[in-house]
């Protein structure tokens, strides 16, 4: 039963990855040495992707958690459930991963109950391992197993803080949107645009960006500029593509929008 | 279908209306001719109105019919409404003469009104241009209005309005190049400084020739075509609208071999230089100086080498001290060598990595050192103006005068130690020494004088419709629901509690009677205190922003139900630190509290280290799973005897440190538009809001404390 579910989530076509410095090799020795990741970086910027190309990479499932202010330590490990009469315990997605030895990915960890953190420690040190206090299972992980969560540092809120006692357990990698070389290459080969709007749309994202803090909560993610490239293929006029797909999703805020539409007019 | 009126029935109404200053020389037959070629709307339109003119005055009514077509062939009715009410007006206040005057000037009227229409002034689009540049350009730099549009590299003058176009979008556009065109010129070292006489190099070029006016129109339209083909590379669109903007002049040049002469400054490394070369090839050429495009604005040669001038001799004298700090602070805690600073040797090269981001380097007696942020700032400003920093600013200064400020009184103050009641006593951090001084700070608690609380309902009322909007946004937090499982009742049945007590069932054990979902409300535990900057520099508009932005906040927090203090803090010197109470975690928000907020007056300094450390320990004796503490300043640390400067923010940065380590979540909202050179430093990349602009503090702030705390 196992064997078929971990193989739904194997990843059999290569992800296309543009590393930005050493954080293939870093997470190839965490996953050697048995020690967790944390990907610390704003949103858009290649966590997930990351993950999936390091899965594709080590030939090794990769389940995925999104986390959520309801998510609960059961939601991770595990539940009954009642199956003709009788009660039957059913895996979490965590504990699914560590039987099988696959990845285990919880994006966005502090939005989860604070609660819910803490299931993870015995298996993010040296113990490797989680206890399902329902069946009174104590799973050891295998060596192929790995945790990795993600959490986003530029977020504000006082109320989503990582606790130190979670965090020093993990190795932590560090992602930003890529250099503006790299991440004209990623627009070229994720939406087969040419090198000039995608060096244009490049510079549209680092305007963005530069207005971080003085009015935006964020800048535009690189996921953002595929998007916008992937319309410009399509056949929307450049304009269009970014009002839609970068200026309106950035801000609501009146001054905010013509401030960078402007940007995007200065640019095409 | 309705007719339109003849002219004879015309001419009835008005003998009827306008009797009283009709004669047979002056009959209403000319009148009702020009009225018969009106629509019948407009007829109608203009007889009621010459009806309810001439109650007032006949002579003004006459005037009236005599110029109303005019009227309509100008403008639509709603405008000849507001000619008619203007005019009426002027009549009121200045007599007949005046108000048939204004009847009569009515193109001009109409004239005014569609330019006015079609302006844009400055406050309108400066809110946009300031995020504009920002995006641009990635620096802060300042946007004021002037008369006319200028440079001085510091600060982008543009005029209170344009409205060069009939259309509003055009002008708006205007707006736009004309400030980033502006911008192009700091940006590519138009006036870049000469380093042997610190004066701009076209300040200097120019003044040699001897018709300077003509000189310079030249060099701006050589140096605009320099700026052109630069930006062409970066903001092709700009440059296009550019080009649609200034479609109607005339900026070409035309003379033989123009090309060649102008192929230098079409490179992507031209600069300044390139252009005062061919201002002198083609001054001594008989040529037509092309018109200036609408955006270029105008180069103020006069005013541009006096803030030049400034600037340097200022960041001269700052890079040459922060160097000497640097060279000591590199030299140890031992002090024993003052005497030799001075004798380092120091060079400094900028490296362009292959991204074309570049990277600076200084060396301090052949030991590389990576540049404090504030200093790198310098350095790149000075840049800007040599394109090289020169060999004489790598020459630490002498004994600075930031030493000399702060060894001035070292005096312990232990004796003076709890003698006085209600005094607190602080470390305080020198970053020089890498110690604590202890006991530095003496601080009171002091409570504010309170004022009338009526300002706080006329607050309210002022806001009414927002703070209706600030306590529905707020409900929305407190009603933030949480599913409480296992509940003894419940909206729903909790599965899992069935499931596990399946076994339970089965046996005929007892069952627990936990099997309901509720959903009930989230228990915030929040505790925080707003620390307010009641220093000198918050007076006038800072201080009644403050005072809004409290009252608002009261009520945000009221409706939350969170646990919040406010105190205001200034003070002088160390000896003299006062902390204000304007609401303790105990008080309710009560009339005393709002008499207290409407009380609040800017005082003196800001120390911040010591009232953070005040609050700090304040905020621990809470007992809150989560602690805030907010600062709402207008500026960096600063206190009279030497509590600046890098001193000030490395004492509030260990500070803060502390305070975090006690589990305090700090955060900081300012509206000091340097802030983003040192807040990051001192409260950390994510932790601080810099509100542009002061009258926007009042409803940021709520806004504000709804994330950070979400």
Redesign the interface.
């Given at each position: 039963m196992y064997r078929r579910e971990s193989e739904d989530y194997s990843i059999r076509v290569e992800p296309y990855y543009a590393p930005q410095g050493s954080e293939i090799e870093l997470f190839l020795s965490a996953h050697r040495n048995g020690i967790p990741v944390l990907l610390k970086g704003p949103t858009g910027c290649g966590k997930t992707r990351f993950m999936e190309y390091m899965a594709w990479k080590l030939n090794l499932p990769l389940v995925t958690v999104a986390c959520h202010d309801?998510l609960t330590a059961?939601d991770l490990v595990g539940?009954?459930?009642?199956v003709g009469g009788e009660?039957q315990w059913v895996d979490g997605p965590l504990a699914r991963a560590v039987r099988v030895g696959g990845i285990c990915y919880l994006d966005e960890i502090v939005e989860a109950r604070k609660d819910t953190t803490v299931v993870i420690h015995p298996l993010a040190d040296n113990r490797r391992a989680l206890p399902v206090e329902?069946t009174g299972e104590l799973l050891h992980a295998p060596d192929s197993f790995n945790l990795t969560i993600s959490y986003n540092?530029?977020?504000?809120?006082?109320?989503k803080?990582l606790k130190q006692s979670t965090r020093q357990r993990f190795l932590s990698l560090e992602f930003d949107y890529p250099?503006?070389?790299l991440e004209q290459s990623i627009l070229m080969h994720e939406a087969k645009v040419d090198r000039e709007i995608a060096s244009t749309l490049v510079?549209f994202g680092?305007?963005?960006r530069?207005?971080k803090?003085?009015?935006l909560e964020e800048g535009a993610s690189t996921r953002l500029l595929v998007h916008a490239a992937k319309l410009i293929v399509f056949g929307i006029a450049p304009l269009d593509a970014c009002n839609a797909s970068i200026t309106q999703t950035l801000t609501d805020d009146p001054?905010?929008l013509?401030?960078?539409r402007?940007?995007?007019?200065?640019?095409? | 279908m309705r007719r339109q009126l003849r002219a004879v029935q015309i001419e009835e109404k008005l003998d009827e209306l306008l009797g009283a200053v009709l004669s047979p020389s002056r009959t209403a037959s000319g009148l009702a001719r020009k009225l018969s070629g009106l629509e019948k709307e407009q007829q109608e339109f203009a007889l009621h109105w010459a009806g309810v003119i001439s109650r007032s005055n006949s002579e003004m009514a006459y005037q009236f019919v005599d110029h109303v077509c005019d009227g309509f062939r100008l403008m639509d009715m709603d405008d000849v409404t507001k000619w008619i009410i203007e005019a009426m007006d002027v009549y009121d206040r200045q007599g007949l003469y005046p108000g048939s005057a204004s009847l009569r000037e009515v193109e001009t009227y109409a004239a005014k009104l569609s330019q006015k229409r079609h302006s844009v002034p400055f406050e309108d689009v400066v809110g946009i241009l300031n995020k504009y540049v920002k995006g641009v350009s990635g620096r802060d730099l300042d946007i004021q209005s002037d008369a006319q549009a200028w440079t001085d590299t510091e600060t982008i003058y543009l005029p209170t309005s344009f409205k060069w176009f009939d259309s509003e979008q055009l002008n708006f556009q205007l707006y736009k190049a004309t400030g980033t065109f502006l911008l192009a010129q700091t940006r590519y070292g138009t006036f870049r400084v000469d380093p042997n006489t610190g004066v701009p190099f076209v300040c200097a070029a120019i003044a040699q020739y001897r018709d300077p006016t003509r000189a310079l129109r030249i060099f701006e339209s050589v140096e605009h075509m320099r700026l052109l083909s630069l930006m062409q590379a970066e903001l092709p669109g700009l440059v296009r609208q550019m080009g649609e903007l200034s479609a109607s002049a005339d900026s070409s040049l035309e003379i033989d071999g123009l090309s060649e002469l102008l192929e230098p400054i079409r490179r992507p490394d031209s600069d300044v230089m390139d252009s005062i070369r061919i201002l002198n090839e083609l001054y001594h050429r008989n040529i037509n100086v092309p018109e200036s495009a609408c955006y270029q604005g105008i180069v103020d040669l006069e005013k541009i080498r006096h803030v030049t001038r400034k600037r340097v001799d200022r960041e001269k004298e700052k890079f040459r001290s922060d160097l000497a700090m640097l060279a000591e602070s590199l030299a140890g805690p031992d002090e024993n060598n003052e005497g030799e600073q001075g004798k380092v040797n120091v060079t400094f090269a900028v490296d362009e990595d292959d991204a074309g981001e570049s990277e600076m380097m200084l060396m301090l007696d052949g030991q590389p050192v990576v540049l404090p942020e504030d200093m790198a700032q310098t350095a790149n400003s000075i840049i800007q103006d040599f394109g090289e920093i020169p060999q004489e600013y790598l020459v630490p200064a002498g004994d600075g005068q930031y030493r000399k400020d702060l060894q001035a009184d070292e005096e312990p103050p232990e004796e003076k130690k709890n003698k006085t009641e209600g005094m607190f006593y602080y470390d305080e951090w020198d970053f020089r020494r890498r110690h604590y001084r202890k006991n530095w700070c003496e601080l009171r608690e002091l409570d504010i004088h309170p004022s009338n609380e009526q300002v706080v309902e006329a607050i309210l009322n002022k806001y009414s419709h927002l703070v209706r909007d600030i306590r529905k946004s707020f409900e929305a937090l407190r009603g933030d629901n949480k599913m409480l499982r296992r509940q003894t009742n419940g909206d729903d049945i909790d599965i899992d509690a069935i499931v596990e007590s399946y076994p339970d069932i089965h046996e005929g054990n007892e069952v627990t009677d936990r099997l309901f979902i509720k959903s009930g409300r989230l228990e915030r535990n929040l505790a925080v205190v707003f620390m307010v900057d009641l220093s000198g520099s918050t007076k006038g508009w800072i201080n009644d922003a403050e005072r809004e932005s409290l009252v608002l906040l009261s009520e945000a927090l009221q409706t939350l139900g969170d646990r919040y203090a406010i105190y205001g803090f200034s003070g002088m010197t160390r000896k003299r630190c006062e902390l204000y109470r304007i609401k303790t975690f105990e008080e309710s928000y009560d009339s005393t509290v709002k008499a207290r907020i409407a009380g609040i007056k800017p005082q003196d300094y800001t120390r911040m280290g010591v009232i953070i450390r005040h609050l700090t320990r304040k905020l621990i004796e809470v007992d809150a799973r989560t602690r805030v503490l907010i600062t709402i300043s207008d500026g960096k640390p600063d206190d009279y005897d030497g509590y600046r400067g890098e001193y000030g923010i490395e004492d509030t940065r260990q500070a803060l440190m502390e305070a975090k380590h006690a589990g305090i979540h700090p955060y900081c909202i300012t509206i000091d538009s340097q802030a983003h050179d040192y807040l990051p430093h001192m409260y950390g990349h994510v932790n601080y809001t810099v509100v542009s602009d002061v009258r926007g503090l009042p409803l940021k702030v709520s806004d504000i404390y709804r994330k950070l705390t979400t």
């Open positions: 309801d059961s539940r009954y459930l009642i009660t329902k540092p530029g977020y504000q809120s006082v109320l803080d250099e503006n070389e510079r680092v305007m963005t530069n207005l803090g003085s009015g001054e905010n013509t401030a960078i402007e940007m995007a007019s200065s640019l095409f | -």
